[in-house]
C-alpha cells in the first residue's frame, strides 16, 4: 500500500496533467461543423458548411457601455502634432458640446467615458460632418473608430433615418469594411454602443457563422453595415444589400484593405451596382499606418479635394509603450519567454507568433509550464477565437499567444504587455501589434525577441521607430542596421518627419521595397 506522500504526489501529478491536457485541448482543437446548414460563401468549392450562431448580446446599459478609464497621459495628446493637408479644411472642435451632437448621442458619449475628444477626433469629427472624404492617420488607441461613428451617426439622425425590418433588400446608409473577424465585430459593438436608444440599426456579417442567422439578422433592419470583405460581397450578391442609398464607405486599417491581400475585393466592391460614385459618396480612411504606396493607390477611391490627416508622425509608434528589444537566439526564445512570463504573473500579456502553427505549439508549451494560456489563429473554428478573447479578456487565461489576425484594432482591457516571439515581416505590422498596449493614455510595455540570423532586414526599421518614440536603442542593433544593406546615409538619429503635405507621402518609411502583403489568413470572409 502507497504511503500518504506517495499518494498526494501521485494526485498532484495526476492533477497536473490534467490541467494540461486541458489547456492543450483548448489551444490545439479545431473542429469542422458540417451539416445541411448555409454555404460560408457561394461559388467556393470544398468548403465546410457553418452553421455557429453565436450568443445574443447582453442588452443591459451597464455591459453595453463598460469601457476603461483614459490612463496618466491621456492629456498628453493633446501636445502631439497634427498636421492637415488639403484645400480649406474645417476648423477643429475642442469639446464635444462644439459637436453639435443630437441629445441621445451626447448622453452615449457620456455614458461611453468620454470626456474630452482626441486630436484624431478634433479634427475627423468636423472634416466629417463638412462633408469632405478623409485619409486619417492617427496612432493605435487614439479614437479612430469613434472619430468616423460620431458624425455618421448624428448626420442619420438629423435626417431621421430609420430601419425598415419589411425589405427583403436592405439598403444601408453606411459600410464599414475591416480586415479581420475580431475587428469588424469590435466596430459593430462601438456603433450598436453609440446608437443605443436611438432609430438607427447597426448589423455586422463576416464569416465563422451561419450566414442564414447573419441574414435574418440583416432582414430586421440596416442603416449601418459592418463587414469583413468575403462576406460582405457575399450578401451583396445574393441580392440582400443593395448599395443606392449609401452615403458612406469607411475602410477601417485602409493601408491592410487597399494593399495585395484586399485590393480586388475592394475594387469590386466600389464597382458593385448601384454603388454611388466616390463624387456621390462620402469615402472615410482609418489607420495607423500609410505607406506611400497605399497612399498613391488610396487616392482613387477618394474625391480629389480630399484631406490627409496626420496625427503624430505618420507611421509611428505609441509613445505610451516602453519598447524594448532583446537578442535572442532562435533556440533560446521558449525559454526567455517562460522566464518573462513567471515575472509578469497574471499580468495580461499577448505574445505575437509569425504561423498558426507556432501559435498552437508556444500555447501548448506555455500550458505544460503550468502558465494558463490560450490562442487565436486562422485555423480556429469562430467558436474558439470568441472563446479565446474571452478567456483572455477575463482573465481566465492571461496569456494569448496570436498571429497576426489579432495585430490590428482589437482594443482589450488592461494589456500590459506585447512580447513579439517572432518579429513581423515589415514595421508596419510591428506598430500595429504594439498598439495593442498603451491605449486611450494608458501605458504598456513591448518586448520583441531580435534573432540576427533572421531579422537583420527590420534592423533599421526598428531603429528609426524606437529613436522616434525616444526610447533606448541597443548599440548593438544600431550597429546591425548600419551593417544592413543598402544603409548609404543612414543616421540612426535623424529625426523623422512627415512632409509637408502627406497627401503625397512622407513620414515614416521602412528601407527597401515594402513587402507584397497576404491576406491575413482565412479573414477574406
Not at 138 to 163: E, H, N
Request: net charge negative.
Amino acid at each position: 500500500m502507497a504511503a500518504p506522500e506517495e499518494e498526494e504526489v501521485k494526485a498532484h501529478s495526476e492533477s497536473r496533467n490534467f490541467r494540461v491536457q486541458r489547456c492543450i485541448v483548448n489551444s490545439l482543437f479545431v473542429s469542422i461543423s458540417v451539416s445541411t446548414g448555409d454555404c460560408e460563401n457561394e461559388g467556393e468549392d470544398a468548403r465546410p458548411r457553418v452553421t455557429y450562431v453565436p450568443p445574443p448580446l447582453a442588452e443591459d446599459e451597464d455591459t453595453i457601455f463598460a469601457h476603461y478609464a483614459s490612463g496618466i497621459n491621456f492629456n498628453k495628446y493633446d501636445d502631439i502634432m497634427v498636421d492637415v493637408s488639403g484645400l480649406n479644411p474645417p476648423p477643429a472642435i475642442l469639446t464635444f458640446e462644439e459637436a453639435r451632437l443630437c441629445e441621445s448621442l451626447k448622453r452615449n458619449v457620456a455614458k461611453s467615458g468620454y470626456i474630452k475628444p482626441t486630436p484624431v477626433q478634433k479634427h475627423g469629427i468636423p472634416i466629417i460632418a463638412a462633408g469632405r472624404d478623409i485619409m486619417a492617420c492617427a496612432q493605435t488607441g487614439s479614437g479612430k473608430t469613434a472619430a468616423f461613428l460620431l458624425p455618421i451617426l448624428q448626420q442619420m439622425m438629423a435626417d431621421g433615418v430609420a430601419a425598415s425590418a419589411f425589405s427583403e433588400q436592405q439598403e444601408p446608409e453606411a459600410i464599414i469594411v475591416a480586415p479581420t473577424r475580431e475587428l469588424i465585430n469590435q466596430i459593430y459593438m462601438e456603433a450598436r454602443k453609440f446608437a443605443h436608444g436611438t432609430c438607427v440599426r447597426p448589423v455586422v456579417v463576416y464569416g465563422g457563422i451561419s450566414t442564414g442567422h447573419q441574414i435574418r439578422d440583416l432582414m430586421r433592419g440596416c442603416n449601418i453595415l459592418c463587414g469583413t470583405p468575403g462576406r460582405l460581397m457575399d450578401v451583396i450578391g445574393r441580392g440582400k444589400v443593395g448599395l443606392t442609398k449609401l452615403r458612406y464607405l469607411i475602410l477601417d486599417e485602409a493601408d491592410r484593405m487597399l494593399d495585395m491581400g484586399f485590393e480586388q475585393e475592394m475594387r469590386r466592391l466600389v464597382g458593385s451596382p448601384g454603388m454611388p460614385s466616390k463624387e456621390d459618396r462620402q469615402t472615410l480612411m482609418f489607420s495607423a499606418t500609410y505607406p506611400e504606396d497605399i497612399q498613391r493607390m488610396a487616392a482613387d477611391f477618394l474625391k480629389k479635394d480630399y484631406l490627409f490627416l496626420a496625427v503624430g508622425m505618420v507611421g509611428g509608434a505609441c509613445s505610451d509603450v516602453e519598447q524594448r528589444v532583446i537578442q535572442v537566439t532562435k533556440f533560446s526564445k521558449r525559454d526567455e519567454l517562460l522566464d518573462m512570463l513567471r515575472n509578469t504573473g497574471d499580468e495580461r500579456t499577448m505574445v505575437f507568433v509569425e504561423t498558426k502553427r507556432q501559435a498552437d505549439f508556444i500555447a501548448a508549451f506555455l500550458c505544460q509550464e503550468n502558465v494558463a494560456t490560450t490562442s487565436i489563429h486562422g485555423d480556429r473554428e469562430q467558436r474558439e477565437r470568441e472563446q479565446a478573447l474571452g478567456d483572455f479578456r477575463s482573465g481566465k487565461c492571461p496569456v494569448l499567444v496570436a498571429t497576426s489576425v489579432a495585430a490590428r484594432g482589437l482594443d482589450i482591457k488592461d494589456v500590459q504587455h506585447v512580447v513579439n516571439f517572432d518579429l513581423p515581416s515589415n514595421i508596419d505590422d510591428y506598430v500595429h501589434r504594439i498598439g495593442r498596449t498603451g491605449r486611450c493614455g494608458n501605458t504598456g510595455r513591448a518586448v520583441s525577441f531580435y534573432d540576427p540570423e533572421a531579422d537583420c532586414q527590420l534592423a533599421r526599421s526598428l531603429v528609426k521607430i524606437l529613436s522616434s518614440a525616444n526610447q533606448e536603442v541597443p548599440a548593438w542593433l544600431e550597429e546591425s542596421a548600419l551593417g544592413a544593406h543598402g544603409t548609404s546615409g543612414f543616421n540612426p538619429h535623424g529625426r523623422v518627419f512627415a512632409s509637408t503635405d502627406s497627401r503625397k507621402g512622407g513620414g515614416f518609411q521602412s528601407e527597401g521595397v515594402r513587402p507584397a502583403q497576404p491576406p491575413i489568413e482565412e479573414d477574406w470572409e
